[in-house]
């Protein structure tokens, strides 16, 4: 018995459906999106949570999203990052009002890296009052460590950063 046609190549061999409109689509054709490529977002939209996406959804759907996130990827690796312990005084323009939180990070860097990654996406240039946290997690005879981490988004004078 032969199968679904293939919404990209139209042949019998569909296996596999498209998450956003539901078509067959064949292994050749299908575009796989990994889990943790959007792994720094805190909450995955609908369209980009699935696996399987045929040829026009993924274009249509993916990747302007995918553009935008490792935009904002890039900008977060070079946000300036103040911890809480540091007295050193910034040239403050704007702070946000609300702290910026995660949580079970794998090590210190992916933290500074999320937190960093969440105040990109609200606009700002870096992160003050930064307290990052390490949680020794016991799991029978298994030991690991968990990060977590806080700090509020702010605007900063970045010319003035750059000069102290």
Known sequence: MLGELCTSCRRHQAELTCGVCQGPCCKSCVQFLDAATFSFLPEIPGPLGHTYYCGPCHEAEVEPSLLIYQETLERAKGLYFFFSTQRKRFPLIRRSKVKVAVKACEDRNETILRLAFLAAQQ???????????????????????????VGFPAQVDADRVDRY
């Open 123 to 149: 606009g700002y240039n870096s992160v003050i009052e930064a307290e990052v946290l390490c949680e020794k997690v016991r799991n029978e005879g298994y030991q690991k460590s968990c990060w977590r981490g």
